[in-house]
């Protein structure tokens, strides 16, 4: 059985005023090739399938379109889960409909699937909370899938019922999840677990979530989930929410991020974009291997000296799009920006570092670095304007207003 793993489509985003649409037309429809190309069985989309919760109406429209291509006539499933920019109730809408193309919504981590059967041989075989048990056409043993979207910590308590909402998250899913894994997932079938929360390694270093992605990791959000709360019998799990693709562990099997198809934010400036395809079968150890995407344009951050020597570099990367930091004696006039934009349509941001130290700000030494992100920039401001450093609960909630504004 072979699984093709993708996630955080953000289906209508826009970097600043940037449309990426057709940039998520091409690369959509890349992934619908590689599909058939590899002839996969089975399509997991782990949540972030839109970028707000009201996309606009050509991201729905690619949506759908997209979801039917996958499906092949109703004989491959496309399992979808929300993600923490997803609504879940849009999410799950079009389910009556979406069944009848072999397409399946699961927007919160009660959802219940009910159980169907189509014309081309697609089943579902069992049903319960959080997880279904699949009959794929032409493959004799089942793929069965715990399915948990996004929620934050509160209602994922308040989905499983549980009372004790002082116990931790993390053990709390392990319990449920090792409750469901005892019950369905035996050796005679595929057994997936596909979830949109912050995973990572007990004992490493907490990674930085996507400098524009809604943080998980917030006041109100869910904490991190450890590699070793995942029952035994999974034999991969498929991720969404981080934005880079990576494998957070190998233990209990493959627990891994296949990241967004396209690079959302200039923190992830020239980074590789893949899916994943799952090579399954009962009893045996998952293959996993990483297939490249090349459609959308690549992020980059240049620094030049000068408007000349930016003109010059803007000519060289003509394909790409652009945050620019200009070193300049004076600040930006509105020829030389008029004459940057002419020279590339691309330019997200321009960054201006004026190195004339003539000015009474910079004799008192109290220069702004506009290199910095908007995080360092702010712990800055608020120790010269208090005299104090901020406090992880006000830089929490600094982050949380800054993803919600984009």
């Not at 006041?219 to 969404?240: E, R």
């Not at 400036?269 to 459609?295: G, H, T, W």
């Amino acid at each position: 059985m072979k699984i093709l793993h993708t996630s955080d489509w953000h289906l209508g985003k826009r970097l600043d005023n940037f449309s990426r649409h057709e940039e998520q037309v091409a690369v959509l429809n890349e992934i619908c090739t590689i599909a058939d190309t590899e002839k996969a069985d089975a399509i997991i989309i782990a949540g972030d399938l839109f970028d707000t919760f009201n996309p606009p109406t050509d991201a729905v429209e690619l949506f759908y379109k997209t979801l039917k291509k996958l499906s092949n006539n109703a004989t491959r499933p496309v399992i979808c889960i929300a993600g923490n920019h997803d609504s879940p109730d849009r999410i799950e809408a079009p389910d009556p409909l979406a069944r009848e193309n072999g397409i399946i919504f699961t927007g919160y981590p009660n959802s219940l699937v009910p159980e169907f059967e189509l014309e081309s041989g697609l089943k579902v075989l069992k049903s319960n909370e959080g997880f279904i048990e699949l009959k794929i056409p032409n493959i004799t043993y089942p793929l069965r899938l715990i399915l948990t979207p996004y929620a934050n910590e509160l209602r994922i308590k308040t989905y499983l019922g549980i009372e004790d909402t002082e116990q931790e998250l993390r053990d709390l899913l392990q319990q449920k999840w090792n409750e469901t894994a005892e019950k369905y997932c035996d050796t005679t079938g595929v057994n997936i677990l596909a979830t949109h929360l912050f995973v990572t390694k007990k004992g490493t270093e907490i990674q930085e979530e996507p400098d524009d992605e809604k943080p998980i990791l917030h006041i109100g959000g869910a904490q991190a989930i450890y590699s070793d709360n995942f029952p035994k019998q999974i034999q991969y799990v498929a991720l969404g929410h981080l934005h880079r693709q990576q494998t957070v562990d190998t233990q209990p099997c493959p627990i891994v991020y296949s990241g967004s198809p396209l690079s959302y934010s200039f923190g992830e400036s020239n980074q590789k974009k893949y899916v994943m395809l799952i090579d399954a079968e009962p009893e045996k150890n998952a293959k996993v291997r990483e297939i490249e995407l090349f459609a959308g344009k690549k992020l980059i951050r240049i620094k030049c000296h000068g408007v000349d020597d930016a003109l010059l570099c803007l000519q060289q990367n003509k394909e790409h799009l652009v945050e620019l930091t200009l070193l300049t004696d004076n600040y930006l006039n509105a020829a030389d920006k008029k004459a940057l934009h002419n020279a590339h349509e691309g330019i997200i941001s321009i960054i201006p570092e004026v190195t004339k130290a003539n000015s009474d700000d910079t004799k008192k030494g109290r220069t702004i670095d506009l290199t910095k992100n908007r995080e360092a920039l702010f712990k800055e401001y608020f120790l010269h304007s208090k005299g104090q450093e901020v406090s992880n609960e006000l830089l929490d909630l600094f982050k949380e207003i800054v993803a919600e504004d984009n």
